[in-house]
């Protein structure tokens, strides 16, 4: 078994100034030396819904082997099994997991493609794999188009990939509101301004007894006392 090394995202996209590319470097240390490895998106172990975003952020700290790569005639020496160390891990229920992704690739003939998540990563989609009832939307796709779908594994060539299950297609306005940014569905509330409360007007005292000159050195409480037991003069 490969030694697990420790180290830290420095790149990831491919040089400065050029087309980005699935690939970046690691930084650690060997024998007290100043090492820095490179490693592929494929090079990176997802967590239990798919998601290895987390291991292109420059700055991750994260654990990693080191293999050669098994291409003829290739002997470099490349980063695997990388996780950041600190990986916020799902505890959700993974086959209740649900999310939106977005179509970035669309075979019309074969009913298939590739979207891209929320977390950046793309997956496959199949007919096979939609929910009944929205057979007739899903044969409108296009590129650009959204789907609401849940996450599911399988060893495909001793590799473990992932793929959107339980497909539901939104409607053509859902559809829309999607493109431009908005929520999908319009708030049902709306905004009303608070009611301004009138004051009570409070019915004025008959020529006030309280400026009766033997009641204005009295404390309220006396006064309250008085008028209520009938002891007060009018």
């Keep these: 078994m490969s030694e697990e090394l420790l180290g830290q995202v420095v790149m990831w996209g491919g040089p400065r100034g050029g087309p980005r590319k699935p690939y970046g470097f690691i930084e650690y240390e060997k024998s ?18 798919g998601r290895i975003s987390d291991c292109f952020v420059v700055g991750t700290l994260v654990k990693f082997s080191i293999e050669r790569r098994l291409h003829p005639g290739d002997g470099q020496l490349i980063a695997v099994d990388v996780c950041p160390i ?9 086959e209740a997991y649900r999310e939106t992704s977005q179509i ?8 298939n493609g590739f979207v891209v998540r929320p977390c950046s990563e793309q997956i496959y989609f199949q007919a096979g794999d939609v ?3 929205h057979e007739s939307q899903f044969r409108k796709l296009e590129v650009g188009c959204w789907i609401y779908h849940g996450i599911a594994s399988e060893i495909v060539n001793e590799e473990l990939k992932f793929r959107a299950v339980n497909i539901e297609c939104y409607n053509d306005a859902e559809q829309e ?4 940014g908005l929520p999908l569905e319009e708030s049902a509330v709306e905004s009303t301004p608070a009611p301004v409360l009138e004051q009570p007007v409070l019915p004025l005292a008959p020529e006030s007894a309280l400026l009766k000159p033997e009641r204005r050195n009295k404390t309220l409480l ?13």
């Design 104 to 111: 970035i690739r669309w075979v019309v003939d074969q009913k």
């Design 131 to 133: 929910v009944p009832g």
């Design 86 to 94: 600190f990986r916020e891990e799902f505890t959700g229920d993974v």
């Design 32 to 49: 007290g030396e100043s090492c820095r490895m490179f490693y592929l998106r494929e090079s990176c172990r997802p967590d239990v819904i």
């Design 177 to 180: 509101r999607l493109r431009t």
């Design 222 to 234: 006396e006064l309250i006392r008085e008028d209520r037991n009938g002891t007060s003069e009018h």
